[in-house]
């Protein structure tokens, strides 16, 4: 580093590094940095950030399914004209990934994704901050388009907020896993095995539903809300390389 430096050994046998003052800080950072290198195994304490869990997201998540809920059985035809379906998207009426999200076949349908998807936007929110709902419902919405766009030209129409639900799951997972690679030293794997251990569980209990559950739109809404995970934890851990760096 090019800093003056002198080297005294005490009556005891160690030595004192000795620098002046305004270099010692840098000093001291370039030290940690070596010996974090030399031994990769020491956890370098970080401080993970914890956002509000904004339970009041989770509420208007519920009431929303439960209003979709009830106008399919109020207004007739309500479930034809909003399921996600190839065709009607063919004919311009591109509303349907999202009102999709609203729908469900019956009451257990409905209190499954209510209990989990409310559950998970309150974890997502605790870790990502605000912007989680609204990345929960783009991965629903861009879950439900690319299920779809790669069933085409089936004539097959799907209802149901598991998509964004999985979505939810997926964006834990993908942030947690972006976070864990660019900071190895500073967050557990357990933290990133722990959201796709329960997603490849929820899969499976999903999937036990019989034929009419879509395994496809719960895959494709995961894998999407993992890529919008992992892009939101880019900035995030670039700031937590900071922290540890100083």
Not at 66 to 93: C, H, K
Not at 104 to 112: I, K, P, S
Not at 187 to 205: D, E, F, H
């Amino acid at each position: 580093m090019n800093f003056a430096c002198w080297l005294r050994r005490t009556a005891t046998g160690r030595v004192i590094l000795l620098a002046e003052p305004d270099h010692a800080p840098r000093i001291a950072r370039e030290i940690a940095a070596y010996e974090r290198e030399q031994d990769p195994g020491v956890d370098t304490p970080v401080n993970l950030p914890h956002f509000p869990a904004q339970p009041w997201m989770a509420f208007l998540w519920a009431v929303a399914l439960m209003i979709g809920f009830v106008l399919q059985s109020r207004i007739g035809g309500f479930t034809e004209w909003g399921s996600n379906n190839f065709r009607a998207l063919g004919n311009g009426e591109f509303w349907r990934p999202l009102t999709a999200l609203f729908l469900h076949g019956d009451l257990e349908h409905l209190a499954g994704n209510i209990v989990f998807g409310a559950l998970l936007g309150l974890l997502a929110c605790h870790s990502i901050g605000r912007s989680a709902w609204p990345l929960i419902f783009a991965g629903g919405i861009i879950g439900n388009a690319l299920t779809i766009w790669i069933r085409a030209p089936l004539p097959i129409s799907s209802i149901g907020a598991s998509t964004a639900v999985f979505s939810a799951l997926g964006l834990l997972t993908g942030y947690g896993l972006l976070i864990a690679i660019r900071l190895p030293v500073a967050v557990p794997w357990s933290s990133v095995m722990a959201p796709i251990g329960g997603g490849i569980a929820l899969l499976a209990w999903s999937g036990a539903g019989g034929p009419e559950v879509d395994v496809l739109a719960h895959v494709v809404g995961f894998a999407v809300g993992a890529v919008l995970g992992a892009i939101s934890g880019v900035r995030q851990a670039t700031r937590l390389a900071t922290q540890i760096s100083e």
